[in-house]
């Protein structure tokens, strides 16, 4: 019942538009966000850093819902891999996982409400994609290099050094 509230309240406000953008350092938030988690054995490698114009609050749930997706559907033992590049206008960010994976015929409905591949609310990824949307960039769904999911997040204006 605590995850649908939390997940509604957060749906709320998730699709729309950013108005009020803070530089962001997306080593630092990617970092404070898993510690705020329980993580059982998973790890969390971090590659790269850039400063990233973005709502703190939403990137932060953005990047909570993304991180317990991959406890929750790879296991407790999963080690996830943020990277960070930026180009010196936009930002990419990319969260893989060594889990599952997601199935190539699920990728464009899994972050649509409702849709859930494992028995959760199938809110968290919908809302990832309404944070994402709300700040005028674009989300990928693939596999990543170990074979598990691999999400996307290009266009995240950059916030200079």
């Given at each position: 019942m605590d995850d649908m509230i939390e997940g509604?309240?957060?749906?709320?406000?998730?699709?729309?538009?950013?108005?009020?953008?803070?530089?962001?350092?997306?080593?630092?938030?990617?970092?404070?966000?898993?510690?705020?988690?329980?993580?059982?054995d998973a790890t969390l490698a971090v590659e790269g850093d850039a400063t990233a114009?973005?709502?703190?609050?939403?990137?932060?749930?953005?990047?909570?819902n993304l991180f317990r997706n991959a406890i929750e559907h790879a296991g407790e033992e999963v080690a996830v891999t943020v990277s960070v590049a930026s180009d010196g206008d936009a930002v990419t960010l990319a969260v893989c996982d060594d889990g599952p994976g997601i199935p190539r015929e699920e990728r464009e409905s899994v972050t649509e409400r409702g849709v859930s591949l494992g028995g959760g609310t199938g809110l968290g990824l919908a809302i990832v994609g309404d944070i994402v949307e709300a700040h005028g960039s674009t989300l990928t769904v693939g596999e990543s290099d170990a074979g598990g999911a691999r999400f996307v997040i290009e266009g995240l204006e950059a916030g200079g050094s």
């Amino acid at each position: 019942m605590d995850d649908m509230i939390e997940g509604l309240l957060a749906l709320a406000t998730a699709g729309e538009t950013v108005d009020d953008l803070d530089r962001v350092s997306l080593d630092g938030t990617v970092r404070r966000v898993w510690s705020r988690l329980e993580t059982a054995d998973a790890t969390l490698a971090v590659e790269g850093d850039a400063t990233a114009l973005a709502d703190q609050d939403r990137l932060e749930q953005l990047l909570s819902n993304l991180f317990r997706n991959a406890i929750e559907h790879a296991g407790e033992e999963v080690a996830v891999t943020v990277s960070v590049a930026s180009d010196g206008d936009a930002v990419t960010l990319a969260v893989c996982d060594d889990g599952p994976g997601i199935p190539r015929e699920e990728r464009e409905s899994v972050t649509e409400r409702g849709v859930s591949l494992g028995g959760g609310t199938g809110l968290g990824l919908a809302i990832v994609g309404d944070i994402v949307e709300a700040h005028g960039s674009t989300l990928t769904v693939g596999e990543s290099d170990a074979g598990g999911a691999r999400f996307v997040i290009e266009g995240l204006e950059a916030g200079g050094s």
